[in-house]
Nanobody
Framework: QVQLVESGGGLVQAGGSLRLSCAAS????????MGWYRQAPGKQRELVALANSGGSINYADSVKGRFTISRDNAKNTVYLQMNSLKPEDTAVYYC??????????????WGQGTQVTVSS
């Protein structure tokens, strides 16, 4: 019942910046948590940043000070501003949302993923 539409991925040089966007649409009462994960080839998917509806934010240690997650609740959209990008940041980035369908049901939803490639 929830669709996540991502945009903003691409190819940048080391030290550059990208801004990812993810907009949620569909039938739901609320979204408690939105966040970003990434997966590099041959590696497990890892958390990049999370933002819940109350404003709490969590970052992976590897991106602290460089990435900023923000959320526009009115638009059901989450953003990831990525600065000072490094080749190690190269991965497929996935948007995630924890959405409540009703008082009894809450599900995780995933975007299709967007490629971020950082060249040296």
């Amino acid at each position: 019942q929830v669709q996540l539409v991502e945009s903003g991925g691409g190819l940048v040089q080391a030290g550059g910046s990208l801004r990812l966007s993810c907009a949620a649409s569909g039938n739901f009462f609320s979204i408690s948590t939105m966040g970003w994960y990434r997966q590099a080839p041959g590696k497990q998917r890892e958390l990049v940043a999370l933002a819940n509806s109350g404003g709490s934010i969590n970052y992976a240690d590897s991106v602290k000070g460089r990435f900023t997650i923000s959320r526009d609740n009115a638009k059901n959209t989450v953003y990831l501003q990525m600065n000072s990008l490094k080749p190690e940041d190269t991965a497929v980035y996935y948007c995630n949302a924890l959405a409540r369908q009703n008082y009894a049901l809450e599900y995780n939803y995933w975007g299709q993923g967007t490629q971020v490639t950082v060249s040296s």
